[in-house]
């Protein structure tokens, strides 16, 4: 298979699976989260658990002082990745018109040196990350295959986006072959791995606020 097969491929019919699969996986995951469902609420309502749920949302997004404390370090880490995969995601030319093709949604880029930076860091993050649950023992011991699995194919769309933005290792489009092939590789895992929390973290959140609001307490 030459690379221009490849890359016609990865832009065709393995993206439509990729799509399919993520979607129907997140929605199947939504369906059990949601046919827990949940005991009756007795206690008299105080307080309003629409605000509650969004204060949550926003609170929990940011750690508290003696967690931050205690390691610093690791969780600057975590929101370094998280804002720099999100930049490079959004903001990156090429990507904004890939979202602009499905949605008709566009807005100004940042430069590609910035963006290349940005895959750096972002890169050199999840290695740091990854430095942290190695050298915890209770990080490391609490870690199973999930873990590292999720790690793994996080960080292959950042790096492979970067070498053929760099035009290093392999000509240019296989480089960006396997860059598509990456990012539907996540797409196909992500549903099946704790990388779910991609929006499980705003509705158990939201929940866990909204019967505190309701209750007239701190979540």
Do not use: C
């Not at 059990?32 to 309003?48: H, I, N, T």
């Not at 290695?127 to 199973?144: D, E, K, Q, W, Y």
């Amino acid at each position: 298979m030459t690379a221009e097969t490849l890359l016609t491929w990865a832009r065709g019919s393995a993206f439509d699976w990729a799509i399919g699969i993520f979607v129907f996986g997140m929605v199947l995951r939504l369906i059990e989260v949601l046919s827990l469902g949940k005991k009756p609420d007795l206690a008299e309502g105080r307080g309003s658990g629409v605000k509650g749920g969004l204060k949550t949302i926003v609170t929990r997004s940011i750690p508290r002082a003696s967690v931050f404390a205690r390691e610093p370090v690791r969780i600057t880490n975590g929101y370094v990745f998280h804002v720099g995969f999100l930049l490079v995601l959004l903001f990156y030319g090429p990507h904004i018109e890939f979202i602009e093709n499905l949605t008709g949604l566009s807005w100004p880029a940042l430069p590609g040196g910035i963006i290349a930076g940005l895959g750096m860091i972002t890169m050199a993050s999840l290695v740091l990350a990854l430095i942290f649950r190695l050298r915890n023992p209770v990080l490391r011991h609490i870690s199973t295959v999930n873990d590292y699995l999720a790690w793994a194919v996080t960080l292959l769309p950042v790096l492979t986006g970067y070498l053929a933005y760099s035009h290093a290792v392999l000509p240019y489009t296989a480089m960006l072959a396997l860059h598509i092939l990456s990012i539907e590789l996540l797409l196909v895992v992500a549903p099946f791995t704790k990388l779910t929390h991609m929006f499980s973290f705003a509705l158990s959140r939201w929940y866990q606020g909204y019967q505190a609001g309701y209750r007239g307490i701190e979540s």
